[in-house]
């Protein structure tokens, strides 16, 4: 994939989708695996980091409720009680927090805040962005200290 702009689009875009599927996941009891080569297969996904989006649901999907009890530290609310939307956000958020040291956490949590900004409740982005944060701020201390 080409470095820069096209690049970043692409793997926001591929965030969304994958935000799409995890909410489908949330509401449909299909494998999760369907409904990835579903939202893989739409037309609509030609502008897609199509690898970054496999990467995202693979590892996402699969390890939800480790995700979920991650969550119950650093959330307030309970992950069973969370609006779909934010829950998604935060699975994504925290995944890409732990698992992609090269994206800085800055970038992680501006993104979460935009795709629940864009699809999540009026004030859904402000309790995203606690949440991230305090997870940031667990496991980057150095970057997030800088």
């Known amino acids: 994939m080409a470095s820069g702009a096209p690049a970043h689009r692409a793997r926001s875009l591929a ?17 999760w695996q369907d409904i990835q080569k579903q939202f893989a297969d739409d037309p609509e996904a030609e502008r897609v ?14 390890n939800r409720e480790a ?5 119950s530290g650093l959330s307030e609310i309970a992950p069973a009680e969370l609006d779909p939307i934010e829950h ?24 979460a805040v935009q795709l629940t900004k864009q ?5 859904g982005h402000k309790f995203v962005n606690a949440v991230l944060d305090r997870a940031a701020k667990e496991s980057r201390p ?5």
Do not use: C, K, M
């Open 15 to 31: 965030r969304r989708l994958a935000l799409q599927a995890l909410y489908q996941i949330q509401l449909n009891p299909l494998p």
């Open 49 to 62: 980091d199509r690898e970054y989006f496999r990467g995202l649901i693979e590892a996402i999907a699969p």
């Open 67 to 71: 995700l979920d009890l991650r969550l």
């Open 88 to 111: 998604a956000v935060l699975w994504l958020g925290l995944h890409e927090l732990e698992s992609h040291p090269e994206l800085p956490y800055r970038v992680a949590l501006s993104e």
């Open 119 to 123: 699809f999540g409740a009026t004030d």
């Open 142 to 146: 150095h970057e997030y200290g800088t």
